[in-house]
């Protein structure tokens, strides 16, 4: 306790990590930056699958048809064909 008294032992400040350049590059990165085929490790399916694009596809189409089957633009026949088409 002397020694701490006396200013001989003294606490170091906590050492700053920064999260500065991390944003910067984030920013960047919304623009488009840093996402060149260089910066890539996974393959393009594990990056987005393609289960995902066909589940938003899928979800897309049978959407619209119901829409038309609710105005009445298609009857129940041709949205159930489409529907079988659509997939």
């Known amino acids: 306790r002397k020694l701490i008294k ?3 032992i003294i606490r170091k400040p906590p050492t700053i990590h920064s999260r500065d350049r991390t944003r910067r590059r984030l ?14 490790r ?4 594990a990056r987005m ?4 694009l ?4 899928m979800r897309v ?5 119901r829409k038309y089957r609710d105005a009445n ?4 026949h041709m949205y159930h064909d489409f529907y079988l ?3």
């Open 49 to 52: 699958p393609q289960k995902v």
């Open 85 to 87: 088409r659509a997939k």
């Open 73 to 76: 633009k298609i009857d129940k």
């Open 6 to 8: 006396d200013g001989f």
């Open 27 to 40: 920013e960047a990165k919304r623009l488009g930056r840093h996402t060149g085929p260089g910066k890539r």
């Open 42 to 45: 996974g393959t393009r399916n």
């Open 54 to 57: 066909w589940i938003r596809r």
């Open 61 to 65: 189409l049978r959407r619209l048809l």
